[in-house]
């Protein structure tokens, strides 16, 4: 009873499974824009101090997937400009949001800058990247 109880739950998560993932290559499919993208899938924020973002924008663009990320590019200690009494780890600086469609890379730039469109929404556009796999591979303006 218990094999077939759990044999059961698993095809139907599954299915289950299947079938959100193909609601979302859909959703993706239908987006015009990265602006639209990005209001459809929701941002996830990436530790780039335990993965690396620009493999994960290489990996979506290379398979043609869909993805809305967000991340840091610098992070430091914060002992620096913070009053003593509060105990914070580290300090956040350089926000980006990347968004990738159908194997292109778009970043939400303000003047020019990485930003992240939640933080600035105002006066910033989404500007087409190219990735350089350079010994370190980075972002540019295409």
Same mark, same amino acid.
């Given at each position: 009873m218990g094999e077939t109880f759990a044999?059961? #739950?698993?095809?139907?998560? %599954?299915?289950?499974?299947?079938g959100i993932k193909n609601m979302m290559i859909e959703k993706g499919d239908k987006c015009k824009s990265? %602006?639209?993208?990005?209001?459809e899938f929701p941002m996830q924020f990436i530790d780039h101090t335990k993965e690396e973002p620009i493999r994960i924008i290489q990996q979506a663009r290379d398979m043609g997937a869909y993805l809305?990320?967000?991340?840091?590019?610098?992070?430091?200690?914060?002992?620096?400009?913070r009053d003593d009494r509060l105990k914070r780890p580290a300090t956040f600086s350089k926000p980006c949001?990347?968004?990738c469609m159908r194997g292109?890379?778009?970043?939400? #730039?303000? %003047?020019?800058?990485?930003a992240i469109q939640l933080l600035e929404p105002e006066g910033g556009q989404w500007i087409e990247q190219e990735l350089v796999a350079d010994c370190q591979p980075f972002l540019r303006d295409k």
């Open positions: 044999s059961g #739950k698993q095809i139907i998560t %599954d299915i289950f499974n299947e990265p %602006d639209e993208l990005a209001n809305h990320i967000g991340y840091f590019r610098e992070s430091g200690s914060s002992t620096r400009y949001e990347i968004v292109e890379i778009f970043a939400w #730039k303000k %003047d020019g800058f990485h």
